[in-house]
């Protein structure tokens, strides 16, 4: 699956931004879509992950209760919405795709391209 990842930007801390990916491809639904980041300097990092139906959803603890993932599997698209953004939440935010319910980004198999995120004070 090729994945495009689309909404990031320059925010105020306290603000939002809403991060898309599509997929390309008819299996869309057979895989587990996470979400990562990286800020410069640091390794890759886990956000948040949504199962195959969206029914189940897993969050890194930095971002829980602020940010959450959806799924629209008629779109092949899967979602971030993130709110109340602080400025370590600034990095490369990055869609991947993989066939487990996993936070480890070794197990994922398709990455999008990457959206900065840029949260200022």
């Known amino acids: 699956v090729q994945l495009q990842a689309s909404g990031g930007g320059l925010v105020q801390a306290g603000g939002s931004l809403r991060l898309s990916c599509v997929a390309s491809g008819r299996t869309f639904s057979s895989y587990v879509m996470g979400w990562f980041r990286q800020a410069p300097g640091k390794e890759r990092e886990f956000v948040a992950y949504?199962?195959?139906?969206?029914?189940?959803?897993v969050y890194a603890d930095s971002v829980k209760g602020r940010f959450t993932t959806s799924r629209d599997n008629a779109k092949n698209t899967v979602y971030l919405q993130m709110n109340s953004l602080k400025p370590e939440d600034t990095a490369v935010y990055y869609c991947?795709?993989?066939?487990?319910?996993?936070?480890?980004?070794?197990?994922?198999?398709?990455w999008g391209q990457g959206t900065q995120v840029t949260v200022s004070n």
């Open positions: 949504i199962v195959w139906s969206g029914g189940a959803t």
């Open positions: 991947a795709a993989t066939r487990f319910t996993t936070r480890s980004p070794s197990f994922y198999d398709s």
